[in-house]
């Protein structure tokens, strides 16, 4: 998870950073961080917190410069501490380096056990911080030759975003696991994991990189290289199920568009007789009125949502996760009681929330519900940056459907096909990475094998 912005050429960059991070604050609320330059100097401010909690008006006038980036933070490696927060600013022999990454290195803990054999020292425990390492003691002449360099000692899923005193580099894996958008402001350039960040600043869509691309930005214009063998996509399809925004493009697509299809997908597969489709909200929103429109069943929101506790208040631990579920979501008695209802999620995980849901929706009175999920069963974790459990924690990794929907106590429970759901999104089944649904891990597939062969207990690898 995270999300990464870069803007480059553009007047009072770090407050732009600052709406883009703004707008890209639902991929990760545990640390947010902006790093700009003026052409001389690198000035950076990096906090614990939600975006429009760390930046006051004066660190946003402090960060001077037209070029910036910044990053949300959601940890998937390393913990949640301020030691790990980016973007990743160093000074080292070529001079000043910012850096923001989503996704995750699957072999960085090879790589960097090597690297502090050899003498480095590191000061996060973050597989972002390696590649920053790689990039530092490389032999490469120029910026881009040490970039390519260190990229090619890394597998997994990367979209990163660096800044230099006078250059602005967006990068993305050869396999393209999570997304990265170029875009246009004025004469600058911005670069951003999700478009929802260039329609908060005004900014043109102009495409997505492509997999294996590096962008390097300077005084010059824009620079595409693409040094690594193509390899075939593997985009993560859970971008589309539940991570990005729905009205964000990614990889050229609607996210909307693909969650609506979704619905009206899951509606095929698995109709039902009933008074009412109600979404788990806000993630969805928008499967369920795909549901609608395939149904014909009315849509209502018979679930609110307290939209001021945060995602934050879900992550650290189960009994607060518990917690959460229950002061998140409300039912509207008026609307459920004595109802037959379809309950559309993106997603069941642990199984925690739709529980607690199923619980609430009796007690207000609703006569049957019909839980549909606009996806597969998870059944594995994930290795590229997504956080999901490890499998002992995954209600669908041990139990049938059938298991499941007597665990949830409701009368049809319904996961749409992993067919249905490449349908639904466009293009073909393996141009995704699909593997929390199927397991197949499309990169560094031995290492992650090992390493899931090699869990201990609570602890994934
Ligand atoms: P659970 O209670 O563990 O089954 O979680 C299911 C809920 O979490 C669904 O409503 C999803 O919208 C949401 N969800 C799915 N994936 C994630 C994730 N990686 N992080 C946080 N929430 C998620």
Not at 182 to 207: H, M, P, Q
Not at 209 to 220: N, R
Not at 385 to 391: A, E, H, K, L, M
């Amino acid at each position: 998870m995270c999300g990464v912005f870069g803007i480059y050429g553009v007047p009072e960059a770090a407050k732009l950073a600052y709406l883009g991070l703004y707008a890209l604050q639902h991929r990760g609320q545990e640390s947010a961080g902006i790093a700009s330059s003026d052409m001389g100097k690198v000035y950076s401010r990096v906090a614990m917190g939600l975006v429009a909690d760390i930046f006051s008006p004066q660190d946003l006038d402090s960060l001077k410069g037209s070029s910036a980036l910044g990053h949300t933070r959601y940890s998937t490696t390393g913990s949640s501490t301020i030691k790990n927060a980016q973007p990743i600013v160093v000074d080292y022999s070529h001079g000043t380096m910012a850096m923001a990454h989503n996704g995750n290195l699957t072999n960085a803990r090879q790589v960097r056990d090597f690297l502090e054999a050899h003498g480095s020292i590191f000061s996060s425990t973050t597989d972002t911080e390696v590649l920053i390492h790689l990039i530092a003691t490389s032999e490469g002449n120029k910026l881009i030759d040490c970039i390519v360099d260190a990229l090619s000692q890394i597998k997994g899923a990367y979209s990163l975003v660096i800044l230099t005193k006078k250059k602005l580099i967006g990068a993305v894996d050869p396999n393209n696991i999570r997304p990265l958008s170029l875009g246009k402001k004025g004469n600058g350039w911005v670069l951003a994991s999700e478009t929802c960040a260039f329609d908060i600043i005004d900014a043109e869509y102009v495409r997505p990189l492509e997999p294996g691309e590096i962008v390097v930005i300077d005084k010059d214009g824009l620079k595409s290289y693409k040094p690594f063998k193509a390899q075939k996509p593997a985009k993560c399809i859970f971008e589309y199920v539940y991570f990005s925004r729905p009205d964000s493009y990614i990889w050229g697509n609607s996210v909307q568009k693909a969650r609506k299809a979704l619905g009206a997908q899951l509606a095929k597969e698995f109709p039902v007789k009933a008074d009412y489709v109600v979404p788990v909200p806000d993630s969805s929103n928008s499967a369920a009125t795909g549901y609608s429109g395939e149904s014909k069943i009315p849509y209502e929101m018979g679930i609110i949502r307290n939209h001021y506790i945060g995602r934050t208040f879900i992550e650290p631990s189960q009994t607060i996760r518990d917690f959460g579920a229950k002061i998140k979501y409300n039912p509207v008695k008026e609307i459920l009681k004595d109802k037959k209802l379809v309950l559309i999620d993106d997603s069941i995980v642990r199984g925690t929330t739709g529980k607690k849901l199923v619980k609430m929706l009796r007690t207000v009175g609703a006569k049957e519900v019909h839980w549909r999920i606009s996806s597969p069963p998870i059944t594995n974790s994930c290795f590229y940056g997504v956080d999901t459990p490890t499998r002992k924690e995954l209600i669908a990794a041990g139990n049938s459907v059938e298991k499941i929907r007597e665990f949830m106590g409701v009368e049809t429970l319904g996961y749409l096909s992993p067919e249905g759901m490449v349908k639904a999104v466009g293009g073909k089944m393996d141009e995704y990475c699909m593997a929390c649904f199927d397991g197949k891990y499309p990169v560094d597939s031995a290492n992650i094998q090992k390493c899931i062969s090699e869990e201990k207990n609570e602890e994934k690898c």
